[in-house]
């Protein structure tokens, strides 16, 4: 008997150690894989009178400037350019204040990352851009819509980071530092907890996922490593852009959202649970010429409408996109 418990001990042991070389090995292989692929988009970092900027230029035509969400990168604008803007259009895929190549600068503000958006352009001696940002970019691009009017042609948000009466409570910052500045936990959280990271990024709970949505989720997730190279940038989102900018919808705000002029679309979803609908269209309501294109579901990350959002974007180019023609 004792020498059949050792063996039983042995077995199992011997089992956990082969699952911990393969779920290591498989670790490596993904991580190494993740910088390699940002690695390789073609990406550079250009210096600017308000400090070093990554972005990415791929294309022809007039420049649309493309501004990431949460636990992003010039990666993540490259993949929602490709997803929802046309060819006919010149992509300038930047990277914001602590993701990827783009330093968090001491005392970092929303109205600095709009003026170094500013600097960049000059940098890169484009003068106006139409703007396309997505959930807690919309901050920074509202903000240099405010302070540079000249420089934005149209302005369009994807389920635009909003504040209102629904109020959608941020976790203890503890909890991105524990689960996301270690590139492991959130690869393992990525592999074995993914209804949770699903969660994260906003698709609705029961939501019915088919081969292909499946397919856009796991690139999203996928998206977010290495996820200690971008989480510098989700806290300074969560703790200093965010209450930064909500700060703005007040009348006492030297940047009233009833300044802007600017032509703009927003684009939201009725399930999102983390672009509010009702935040949202209050949002909208507060901009003069804002324009409101609600989808029935898909959550934050529109899934199942890219055709119809595509389209939507297209038309509100062709109207506002200085000198563009098809």
Same mark, same amino acid.
Request: glycine residues 8%.
């Given at each position: 008997?004792?020498?059949?418990? !050792?063996?039983?001990? =042995?077995? +199992?042991?011997?089992?956990?150690? *082969?699952? !911990?070389?393969?779920?290591?090995?498989?670790?490596?292989? @993904?991580?190494?894989?993740?910088?390699?692929? *940002?690695?390789?988009?073609?990406?550079? =970092?250009?210096?600017?009178?308000?400090?070093?900027?990554?972005?990415?230029?791929?294309?022809?035509?007039?420049?649309?400037?493309?501004?990431?969400?949460?636990?992003?990168?010039?990666?993540?604008?490259?993949?929602?350019?490709?997803?929802?803007?046309?060819?006919?259009?010149? =992509? !300038?895929?930047?990277?914001?204040?602590?993701?990827?190549?783009?330093?968090?600068?001491?005392?970092?503000?929303?109205?600095?990352?709009?003026?170094?958006?500013?600097?960049?352009? %000059? /940098? +890169?001696?484009?003068?106006? *851009?139409?703007?396309?940002?997505?959930?807690?970019?919309?901050?920074?691009?509202?903000?240099?819509?405010?302070?540079?009017?000249?420089?934005?042609?149209?302005? #369009? +948000?994807?389920?635009?980071?909003?504040?209102?009466?629904?109020?959608?409570?941020?976790?203890?910052?503890?909890?991105?530092?524990?689960?996301?500045?270690?590139?492991?936990?959130?690869?393992?959280?990525?592999?074995?907890?993914?209804?949770?990271?699903?969660?994260? #990024?906003?698709?609705?709970?029961?939501? *019915?996922?088919?081969?292909?949505? %499946?397919?856009?989720?796991?690139?999203?997730?996928?998206?977010?490593?290495?996820?200690?190279?971008?989480?510098?940038?989700? !806290?300074?989102?969560?703790?200093?852009?965010?209450?930064?900018?909500?700060?703005?919808?007040?009348?006492?705000?030297?940047?009233?959202?009833?300044?802007? @002029?600017?032509?703009?679309?927003?684009?939201?979803?009725?399930?999102? /649970?983390?672009?509010?609908?009702?935040?949202?269209?209050?949002?909208?309501?507060?901009?003069?010429?804002?324009?409101?294109?609600?989808?029935?579901?898909?959550?934050?990350?529109?899934?199942?409408?890219? @055709?119809? =959002?595509?389209?939507?974007? /297209?038309?509100?180019?062709?109207?506002?996109?200085?000198?563009?023609?098809?």
């Amino acid at each position: 008997m004792a020498n059949f418990k !050792i063996y039983i001990f =042995v077995f +199992l042991l011997g089992m956990v150690i *082969v699952g !911990i070389v393969t779920v290591a090995a498989r670790y490596s292989g @993904e991580i190494r894989a993740a910088h390699k692929r *940002v690695n390789n988009l073609g990406s550079r =970092v250009i210096e600017t009178e308000r400090g070093p900027v990554e972005y990415a230029r791929f294309g022809d035509g007039y420049p649309v400037m493309v501004v990431h969400g949460a636990m992003g990168g010039f990666d993540q604008g490259l993949m929602l350019a490709d997803q929802f803007i046309g060819s006919d259009f010149q =992509v !300038i895929s930047v990277s914001r204040f602590g993701y990827l190549r783009s330093p968090l600068p001491a005392e970092a503000t929303i109205t600095k990352q709009a003026d170094t958006f500013a600097c960049l352009l %000059d /940098s +890169l001696g484009i003068q106006r *851009v139409a703007v396309f940002a997505v959930s807690g970019g919309a901050n920074s691009a509202i903000r240099f819509a405010a302070r540079h009017p000249e420089r934005v042609s149209a302005l #369009i +948000l994807i389920s635009p980071a909003a504040p209102g009466k629904v109020k959608v409570a941020s976790p203890p910052r503890a909890v991105f530092d524990i689960l996301l500045r270690n590139d492991f936990t959130c690869w393992a959280f990525n592999t074995f907890f993914k209804p949770i990271m699903q969660s994260m #990024i906003g698709v609705p709970k029961g939501f *019915v996922l088919t081969p292909e949505l %499946d397919a856009e989720v796991k690139t999203t997730l996928a998206g977010m490593m290495p996820s200690s190279r971008r989480i510098d940038g989700m !806290i300074f989102d969560m703790y200093t852009s965010s209450p930064e900018f909500y700060e703005s919808v007040s009348e006492t705000s030297p940047y009233p959202l009833g300044n802007i @002029e600017t032509p703009v679309l927003m684009i939201n979803a009725m399930d999102d /649970s983390l672009a509010v609908p009702e935040n949202v269209r209050s949002l909208a309501g507060q901009i003069p010429n804002a324009r409101l294109f609600v989808m029935p579901d898909g959550g934050h990350i529109l899934l199942g409408h890219t @055709e119809e =959002v595509k389209s939507e974007i /297209s038309r509100f180019l062709r109207t506002n996109a200085d000198g563009f023609k098809k």
